[in-house]
């Protein structure tokens, strides 16, 4: 079963707002990953947030981990219109593999 | 650094015939590539593991017969979908990692269409 979970599973913004895009998972990990995705390519490597992070910044993007509720949250600050992507979390569960959640689609309108 | 290539972006063949797709690490040495399905408007579904010069593990339901999957050196790993129909119209990506646990990276993933 599919370990990461996000909500919501679309969302609509206005250019220079703020988006929240929330995961969770269900088993214990060692670390979780936020991948970006453009229709139709690749995935583009956000962050990481390890098992002992609470929260982590890179650039506009702030990560949060709360382990207790195995959740996550992806903020993306003064959103554009080019952030305007499919964002998927992924968790490790304990090993190599990488587990993904069904992903949200964001749309930032100019 | 860390960019995976794939080759090619996209193909289109005929039922029964076999497609093969290669995924590279251009600036780094991949101990362990991955191979993930997407299906539209849906997330990544993990097929198989591979590590250099052993065989690939494959996930439950994935058939090892019609997915072979080849990672003879550090940089290259080929998926090679054997007697191809229809329903493996799909986005294949590949990602690749320097060792167990560390991050992966996708390559740009690859349109099969099967005709």
């Known amino acids: 079963s599919q370990q990461g979970e996000e909500d919501p599973q679309a969302l609509s913004i206005q250019e220079g707002e703020n988006a929240t895009m929330n995961c969770s998972y269900k088993?214990?990990?060692?670390?979780l990953q936020w991948y970006r995705q453009n229709s139709g390519r690749g995935l583009v490597h956000l962050i990481l947030?390890?098992?002992?992070?609470r929260e982590k910044h890179s650039g506009r993007l702030r990560v949060t981990l709360d382990t207790s509720k195995k959740s996550s949250s992806l903020l993306i600050t003064a959103s554009r219109a080019a952030d305007t992507a499919s964002y998927f979390c992924?968790?490790?569960?304990?090993?190599?593999?990488?587990?993904f959640g069904k992903g949200t689609k964001l749309t930032v309108n100019p | 650094g860390a960019v995976v290539s794939q080759h090619p972006s996209w193909v289109i063949c005929k039922s029964g015939t076999s497609v093969k797709i290669e995924c590279r690490s251009l600036?780094?040495?991949?101990?362990?590539m991955f191979w993930y399905r997407q299906f539209p408007k849906q997330s990544l579904m993990l097929m198989a593991t591979?590590?250099?010069?052993?065989?690939?593990?494959?996930e439950q339901g994935v058939e090892k017969d019609k997915f072979l999957i080849n990672h003879a050196s550090l940089t290259l790993s080929t998926l090679t979908v054997t007697s191809a129909h229809p329903e493996d119209s799909s986005f294949y990506i590949c990602?690749?990692?320097?060792?167990?646990?560390?991050?992966?990276?996708f390559g740009p993933g690859t349109r099969l269409t099967v005709l």
């Open positions: 591979s590590n250099e010069g052993s065989k690939a593990t494959y």
């Open positions: 947030i390890r098992s002992n992070e």
């Open positions: 600036d780094f040495q991949a101990t362990t």
């Open positions: 992924a968790t490790d569960g304990g090993s190599e593999k990488l587990v």
């Open positions: 990602s690749a990692s320097r060792g167990s646990s560390d991050t992966q990276y």
């Open positions: 088993t214990s990990i060692n670390n």
